[in-house]
């Protein structure tokens, strides 16, 4: 990082600015954090730049205003075409995840596994007004924060399948949001592709510094 900030001053403004970023505090325990393959997520050190949203505890709060204009368009059309989403239990939502890796020529791996006693998960799905199932999502619940670790969609239905992300990952979120936790973490927002950032914002996601702490196995 030196060595390209040297070569490109202008590069440490960015960092500047990243690092003047608000930075939002979570609290994980051992256990919970061990549970998991991103349990490395977790360190003590300070992740920069996350994606971060805060969640909502009432769905006329989310949706308001011009920023969720896109959305709202987004939703009319998952509507129009009779997609619903719910949270569902871990038996529908393999069947689901089956079907709709099928559908990517892929299957599912290992992480697909039922969880084990440490980890806590909150499954959807998105179906169309037929029943197939088009969208998948899995979030990791700790307590004040959950990560989403999953949403995918099936390629073979466009654009019904791409109005069903929209409409799923706003049921997580309400779904969520209602249930007590804050905050829905998705990973570093620098790395993510042109076209998952531009998802994320028109979602309500910003980048945000994260300071964890992590606590011992027995609750405080």
Known sequence: MLGSVARHPAMLRVLAAIWRLPVTGLRV???????WWFGHWFGRRRRLAWAVLDLPAAEEHYLVGRPRQALRTNLRHAR????TSSRVNYETWFEAVSAVLRARGDKPGPEKDRPGPEQRVAYYVARDADGTALTFAGAALFGHFAVLFDLVSRPDRQPDASWARYQLHTCLALDLGRSGVEYLLVGSALRETPG?????????????????????????
Do not use: C
Not at 30 to 35: F, H, I, K, S
Not at 197 to 218: D, P
């Open 29 to 35: 325990r051992q256990a919970d954090a061990d549970a």
């Open 80 to 83: 129009a075409l009779g997609v």
């Open 196 to 220: 998952n950032q531009y998802f994320q914002h028109l979602l309500g996601y910003r980048a945000r510094n994260l300071r964890i702490e992590v606590i011992g196995s027995r609750p405080t």
